[in-house]
């Protein structure tokens, strides 16, 4: 399977990082799990992990003949992928010190409510494409890495997100710390680095 599918450990990498690191879905889970309870923030998980595979799967299906057609397009997307996700750590990792209480809002969303989310934020659809077009390579199995994506960035993604719902729920502590969490962003910030350069050396 690696043989045939060599960015397969980086894209399992870029995906921890990308369904761990801090931002808007996050925050919601964090807030609504320490207001409602983990239970409240089931839907808001499953409905914004399920949408962003679903988005890597769309993405990669319909670019994948013009990607195969034309192989300097797989190589452009590539290493625009490559920049973006590198900007994307470089934001994450000069990231002020604050502190991620002060940034949750009270915000109750539905599993329909999380996936909308992640239909209209840019930022979902760019994540979609640089997965595709960093790690899904190309060949007569591109379509199946696709899918093979898709399906691992969920399994993936809803495991970290709860660790979002239990944190928001059993502890406030080291999150409230600005340091702390500029060590945890700047932590993540080499991670998703590293994920998106093996990508291009593999």
Not at 90 to 99: K, L, N, Y
Not at 153 to 179: D, E, K, N, Q, Y
């Amino acid at each position: 399977m690696l043989s045939s599918f060599p960015t397969l450990l980086p894209f399992l990498l870029f995906a921890f990082v990308a369904s761990i690191t801090p931002g808007p879905t996050k925050i919601l889970v964090l807030s609504n799990s320490a207001r409602f309870g983990v239970m409240a923030a089931i839907p808001i998980i499953l409905g914004a992990c399920a949408s962003a595979a679903i988005l890597v799967l769309l993405v990669g299906s319909g670019a994948g003949s013009a990607l195969t057609a034309w192989p300097v397009m797989q190589t452009v997307m590539q290493w625009v992928g490559v920049a973006w996700l590198s900007y994307l750590g470089w934001q994450i990792f000069s990231a002020p010190a604050e502190a991620i209480g002060t940034q949750a809002k009270d915000a109750r969303l539905g599993l329909w409510g999380a996936a909308g989310l992640q239909w209209i934020n840019p930022k979902t659809w760019m994540m979609a494409l640089a997965v595709v077009s960093v790690f899904a390579g190309v060949g007569e199995n591109r379509l199946v890495h696709v899918l093979y994506l898709s399906l691992a960035f969920f399994v993936i993604s809803v495991p970290c997100l709860g660790a979002w719902a239990l944190l928001g729920a059993a502890s406030s502590r080291w999150l409230h710390s600005a340091t702390a969490m500029q060590r945890f962003n700047r932590g993540m910030a080499l991670l998703l680095l590293g994920s998106a350069w093996l990508s291009v050396l593999a």
